[in-house]
């Protein structure tokens, strides 16, 4: 597929399914993270736009969408929880110090 030719149906999916795109992702995530649905909306549309520069086929572009922006949203958590998991408490010095070798500065 030529980028002219995913761009027209990027363009065509967008027009048709964007709402539905940010319904799902408001559905699939916590109540108090509506807020990231458009994020999450825009993101799907990012990765949508590789795979069509791919040249891969949409057979179901609803159910490709839907599918997408579930499991993005499920990425999110996925790498916050990472992100909280590598967290350091950086109140104490013997912290302080692990984050200036970290930066490589003096403590």
């Given amino acids: 597929m030529t980028d002219a030719a995913a761009r027209q149906l990027l363009e065509a999916l967008y027009r048709k399914h964007a ?4 319904r799902t992702a408001a559905r699939a995530l916590r109540p108090e993270d509506h807020d990231l649905a458009e994020d999450i909306a825009q993101n799907v549309w990012l990765s949508t736009w590789q795979h069509l520069l791919t040249g891969q086929d949409l057979r179901s572009p609803v159910g490709f969408l ?9 990425d999110h958590y996925r790498l916050a929880r990472v992100r909280r998991e590598q967290a350091i408490d950086y109140t104490d010095d013997l912290a302080v110090a692990h984050l200036a070798r970290l930066i490589g500065a003096p403590a």
């Fill in 19 to 22: 709402p539905m795109v940010l």
């Fill in 66 to 74: 839907r599918t997408r922006t579930r499991r993005t949203a499920i």
